[in-house]
């Protein structure tokens, strides 16, 4: 089934891929990001949104920044995170990676049911963008949630019980694999629709901006939707990149472009594959980055968190990514090239982190296998506490349907609210 | 019992006079208050959304045409003007996505009110009234609730055709998670809506666009700006004895004229004015039923899996023995709805279908 849109064919950081492209010029958007690559110093005579150009990504890759300012100024080797941060990244990244594994193996185990979405080989997207955020930022992902949890502070524990159906679940196991909610944490699900995260992202980004325009709060939270290739040929999408242009919402869309939906290759279903494209659209920024380089997708991530604090509104970032394992577990990974899975898993995000890192100076193996035990053993842990913890009770069942504690506007205390004065009261003036 | 304490709580915004007056059991719709003022519906319902934004900044109105049109309906007129465009939105041709908003919205501790131009709409984000909404409260296990309101026409008007006559309260109804109002008076409609407004559960709430110009008195009680009714609660509109009729919305008004008809032959019908489908006041019905013995059920939708036949469902499950007729169930003809007025005439039920049906139900135990 070889043809010109044969998955193998890399969608980025090629010359060839021009045939793809219409001859179409793009006018840049009217902000300067993204094309601010001032903090970056490359020279300025890169033309960074017209299609027909390279299309390299508009970031350019650490080692080539790193070998510039080499050049250019060889008093100062510009580094892009310090010693702390990089920890923190590869911690976060390994935690990911450690988990997914053992939800596989807990899978087969018969230890978890039902649907499970794996997300190994697409860290660096999550660990990029979450590691940013403050507790009080959303993040809405979809069902492949878990490390999107993991990375926005829910405890490995919380989310390997609610695996596990238990009570200990950060859903109390009623949710499951593919709705992890935490108030706590700001994480506002886990959608099984496709596509149906990016309205309610975009409804949390709206009540940043009421907040702060309408109730005078300091609010500068942003919110970040994550979502797949597939998503991208769906109608809400495009309905929420109008209106949050429209609204000049605080919300970054990130495309986690891993080119599969299910057993759909991106190719196939989409007429221009080229998501990042479709931002200028709608009136914002569109970005691609190569998603299997954390330190690239950070440094986009800071730019987009920042514009959206700033109030200039959203920004669309495509992060060329891959998932290593199938769709689900129940997914036989049959359509997918065996040499386009080698090729990718020769980018594990994890293993290019640790080759910086080390190379960098930042941190020795020593350290960087500390880190990997303590979170072997945080993952053990955490799959032992599930494993001890109680299943729900029986009246759980009921429980939780409405937030009124029994439904009938009837209220804590047992009467109708309607007839609580304190209900009723309230400064109405007409 | 309950049905006797459920009608003190819905009379507890009623003056006293009107109390007196509904005891005594024959009264006509629309005299159950002395030296009343009268309200439209669509007043009602303006009123309701202004007084409850503007004692809580954080409620918000979004739809098509609310703003500078000054509502489709003419239902938020005047609120752009008081409110500013940041709290009354107009938004794109957008249901699914300005439904997800308001979702997310309501997710981040805002309260929302989605106007669906009419409910069909809404079948365009019903993924969102129903996976986002609905069920985000139990998926979350309580984290996360949606105190969201989304409202709009329902059911069947005047010659609109096929795909804007639907009636969806069958299909929310079914849905936990949910609460679903279906108001019928200018009373019914402001304080069902402030409740709903001031809900934290998600709400779908029914109006009916006939009904919007219609008149009706209304209580000083009801003029408040803390009037609120209760949900899950309905409402006698008319005592009797010999047969029960329950609907909502528009066809409370029918049952009303087709209580008085029967009332000239004798028989003496009991109304229940449903308000509240989602949770369905299955106590009120079930006392009115043990009382008169016999039931007739109305409804404007589609017969099939309707409102009308979970009351059956209900009335046959919990009160057989009371029972001294078949239960007699009125809905819409099962169609989509034709366009020809005449056609559209068949397609409804109308007050001689409740009569007769009621006569049914009356003289079988003969």
């Known amino acids: 089934m070889a043809t010109s849109f044969s998955a193998t064919l890399p969608l980025h950081g090629s010359q060839e891929n021009r045939l793809l492209l219409p001859p179409i010029r793009l006018a840049p958007p009217p902000s300067s990001f993204l094309g601010s690559t001032r903090s970056l110093t490359i020279p300025s005579s890169r033309r960074l949104y017209h299609a027909h150009a390279a299309r390299r990504s508009p970031v350019v890759g650490v080692q080539e920044v790193v070998k510039e300012k080499k050049v250019t100024n060889s008093l100062v080797l510009c580094i892009l995170i310090t010693k702390e941060e990089g920890l923190v990244l590869y911690e976060d990244m390994i935690l990911g990676r450690s988990f997914e594994d053992m939800c596989a193996q807990m899978y087969y185990r018969g230890k978890m049911f039902g649907f499970v979405h794996l997300y190994n080989g697409q860290e660096a997207v999550s660990t990029g963008f979450i590691k940013l955020l403050t507790q009080s930022d959303s993040v809405v992902s979809t069902y492949r949630d878990h490390v999107h949890a993991l ?205 910086y890192l080390v190379e960098n100076k930042l941190a020795n193996e020593g350290e960087l296998k500390t880190i990997e035990k303590k979170i072997d053993e945080l993952v053990e842990e955490a799959v032992e506490f599930a494993d001890a913890s109680p299943q729900p009770g029986r009246s759980q069942l009921l429980e939780n349907v409405f937030a009124d504690p029994k439904g009938f506007g009837i209220g804590p205390d047992g009467r109708y609210r309607c007839e609580d004065p304190k209900f009723t009261e309230g400064t109405a003036q007409v | ?198 809900d934290p559960d998600p709400v779908v709430f029914l109006e009916n666009e006939l009904l919007y110009g219609e008149s009706f008195p209304i209580s000083e009680e009801a003029l408040d700006s803390s009037f609120c009714l209760p949900i899950g609660k309905a409402k006698i509109e008319r005592e009797g004895k010999d047969v029960t009729i329950t609907t909502f919305s528009k066809m409370v008004g029918f049952a009303l004229k087709a209580a008085e008809k029967l009332a000239e032959e004798g028989i003496s019908a009991e109304v229940i004015n449903l308000r509240s489908i989602r949770p369905l006041d299955r106590a009120t019905i079930n006392a009115s039923v043990r009382k008169t013995s016999r039931l007739v059920t109305v409804e404007e939708g589609f017969p099939q899996h309707g409102v009308c036949a979970e009351i059956c469902a209900s009335v046959v499950e919990e009160s057989f023995s009371y029972l001294d007729a078949p239960v007699e169930r009125i809905a819409g003809a099962d169609v989509p709805m034709p366009y020809a007025a005449n056609l559209e005439r068949l397609a409804l039920p109308q007050v001689e279908d409740i009569v007769r049906a009621a006569k049914r139900a009356c003289f079988r135990s003969k």
Not at chain 1, 168 to 188: A, D, I, V
Not at chain 1, 217 to 229: I, K, L, S, W
Not at chain 1, 236 to 255: D, H, T
Request: glycine share 12%; proline share 4%; aromatic share 10%.
């Open chain 2, 1 to 198: 019992m309950w049905g006797i304490l459920g009608r003190r709580a819905v009379d507890g915004g009623f003056s006293a006079s009107s109390l007196r007056r509904m005891r005594s059991g024959l009264v006509s719709a629309r005299s159950y208050a002395a030296g009343s003022k009268e309200m439209t519906v669509r007043d009602a319902l303006n009123s309701a959304i202004d007084e409850e934004m503007s004692a809580d900044p954080k409620v918000f109105v979004m739809g098509e045409e609310v703003g500078q049109y000054q509502g489709a309906y003419k239902i938020s007129k005047g609120l752009l003007e008081k409110y500013g465009p940041e709290r009354v939105y107009d938004t794109p041709i957008t249901e699914a996505g300005f439904t997800g908003i308001g979702v997310g919205a309501a997710y981040a501790g805002l309260k929302p009110v989605v106007e669906f131009m009419t409910f069909n709409f809404s079948m365009q984000a019903i993924d969102h009234i129903i996976n986002s909404a609905a069920k985000s409260n139990y998926m979350s296990a309580g984290q996360i609730n949606v105190p969201i309101v989304f409202r709009g026409p329902n059911g069947a008007a005047a010659g609109v055709g096929a795909q804007h006559s639907q009636c969806y309260a069958a299909w929310y109804a079914s849905v936990p998670g949910l609460k679903v109002l279906a108001p019928y008076s200018a009373e019914d409609a402001r304080g069902l809506l402030k409740a709903a407004i001031r």
């Open chain 1, 151 to 355: 990375s926005k502070g829910v405890s490995a524990r919380a989310v390997m019980s609610e695996l596990f159906g238990k009570v200990t679940g950060c859903c109390r196991g009623q949710g499951g694999s593919m709705h992890m909610f935490s108030k706590e944490h700001n994480m506002l699900g886990g959608f099984a629709f496709i596509g149906e995260g990016i309205p309610v992202a975009t409804g949390a980004a709206f009540t940043s901006k009421y907040k702060r325009e309408v109730l005078k709060q300091d609010c500068e939270d942003v919110t970040v939707a994550f979502f797949g290739d597939g998503t991208c040929n769906n109608g809400q999408f495009y309905e929420c990149l109008n209106m949050a242009a429209l609204y000049k919402l605080p919300i970054i869309f990130v495309v986690e472009n891993n080119l599969w939906a299910i057993g759909m290759s991106h190719l196939r279903s989409t007429s221009d594959p080229e998501i990042w494209k479709k931002g200028p659209a709608f009136g914002m920024p569109g970005v691609h980055v190569d998603g299997m380089d954390v330190l690239k997708v950070r440094e986009v991530a800071k730019e987009a968190v920042t514009r959206a604090r700033r109030g200039e509104g959203p920004t669309l970032v495509e992060c060329e990514t891959y998932r290593f394992r199938g769709h689900s577990l129940a997914d036989p990974d049959e359509l997918r090239d065996a040499a386009e899975k080698a090729k990718y898993a020769a980018r594990d995000p994890i293993t290019a982190l640790k080759k």
